[in-house]
Nanobody
Framework: QVQLVESGGGLAQAGGSLRLSCAAS????????MGWYRQAPGNQRELVAL???????NYVDSVKGRFTISRDNAKNTVSLQMSSLRPEDTAVYYCYAEVTFQSGTLYYRKTDNWGQGTQVTVSS
């Protein structure tokens, strides 16, 4: 009932910038936290940045000051502006959202909604 579709990503040189975007669709009533996780080969998926519906943000220490997360509640979108990229930022990035949606006459809250993932590769 909820789909997350990512766009952006690709290849960048160290020191460069990329922007990721994610749009949520479906019978959405509300979206609580939205964010981005990443997974590099051989590593566990880790939180990169999270933004609450009220706008408060949380970042992993390694991206603080370099990445900025934002959201548009009216459009159900979340973006991640990545600057000063480093080779260690190379990973598959996944959009995440906690969503309350409607199915029939009932409301459901689903906390593990994920996008399909988008590759970010940073060359040195």
């Amino acid at each position: 009932q909820v789909q997350l579709v990512e766009s952006g990503g690709g290849l960048a040189q160290a020191g460069g910038s990329l922007r990721l975007s994610c749009a949520a669709s479906g019978s959405i009533i509300s979206i609580e936290d939205m964010g981005w996780y990443r997974q590099a080969p051989g590593n566990q998926r880790e939180l990169v940045a999270l933004i609450a519906s009220g706008g408060s943000t949380n970042y992993v220490d390694s991206v603080k000051g370099r990445f900025t997360i934002s959201r548009d509640n009216a459009k159900n979108t979340v973006s991640l502006q990545m600057s000063s990229l480093r080779p260690e930022d190379t990973a598959v990035y996944y959009c995440y959202a906690e969503v309350t949606f409607q199915s029939g006459t009932l409301y459901y809250r689903k906390t593990d909604n994920w996008g399909q993932g988008t590759q970010v590769t940073v060359s040195s």
